[in-house]
T-cell receptor, first 112, second 114 residues
Framework: NAGVTQTPKFRVLKTGQSMTLLCAQD?????MYWYRQDPGMGLRLIHYSVGEGTTAKGEVPDGYNVSRLKKQNFLLGLESAAPSQTSVYFC???????????FGSGTQLSVL | GNSVTQMEGPVTLSEEAFLTINCTYT??????LFWYVQYPGEGLQLLLKATKADDKGSNKGFEATYRKETTSFHLEKGSVQVSDSAVYFC?????????????FGKGTHLIIQP
């Protein structure tokens, strides 16, 4: 009963490096989301997807790219990491008919 | 645009105290309203929700009533426990916006002392 799984759980990058965060869900959910959580800011939506092969921008998309090649996976990429991208990243998913979001346990990213 | 405002805290209470965490929102139409809880080191979990005016959501002793006239969705619990220590997020889902993600408040850190 895995639900939403995020890898890695922790990562430290140097400015300018690239990386990909993986989100996998086993609930056959159509909709998937990437949020970032910062102190005093709550959660802000980066990108989301309503199905395989589709993506859309959220509130804070700059500096990130995403891909949804398979229904169960949603990848978040940082092409050239910046210290401002130091944050905790959460993936979430849901069905079209139920607004309840299921969250992963998060990835803590530090960019030095 | 849509927004959610909640007290940030930290809110520190003694065990068995009464809890209120205020939440107000700005949105067009009739949004759905949620409270999510985040325990240390974990992702957010849905605590309760309400989808229309005057609905009351409840779970694990927590309650919140959707008040359209005051655009509020305050979270209450009659007797808190140490295990309730967590960060609580109020959120809304806009009316008829399909797949758009939830709009979250900044979160309220609740600390319950034995």
């Amino acid at each position: 009963n895995a639900g939403v799984t995020q890898t890695p759980k922790f990562r430290v990058l140097k400015t300018g490096q690239s990386m990909t965060l993986l989100c996998a869900q086993d609930m056959n959910h159509e909709y998937m989301y990437w949020y970032r959580q910062d102190p005093g800011m709550g959660l802000r939506l980066i990108h989301y997807s309503v199905g395989e092969g589709t993506t859309a921008k959220g509130e804070v998309p700059d500096g990130y790219n995403v891909s949804r090649l398979k229904k169960q996976n949603f990848l978040l990429g940082l092409e050239s990491a910046a210290p401002s991208q130091t944050s905790v990243y959460f993936c979430a998913s849901r069905t079209p008919t139920n607004e309840k979001l299921f969250f992963g346990s998060g990835t803590q990213l530090s960019v030095l | 645009g849509n927004s959610v405002t909640q007290m940030e805290g930290p809110v520190t209470l003694s065990e068995e105290a009464f809890l209120t965490i205020n939440c107000t929102y700005t949105a067009t139409g009739y949004p759905s309203l949620f409270w999510y809880v985040q325990y240390p080191g974990e992702g957010l979990q849905l605590l309760l929700k309400a989808t229309k005016a005057d609905d009351k959501g409840s779970n694990k002793g927590f309650e919140a009533t959707y008040r359209k006239e005051t655009t509020s969705f305050h979270l209450e619990k009659g007797s808190v426990q140490v295990s309730d220590s967590a960060v609580y997020f109020c959120a809304l889902s806009p009316t008829g916006r399909g797949a758009d993600g939830l709009t979250f408040g900044k979160g309220t850190h609740l600390i319950i002392q034995p």
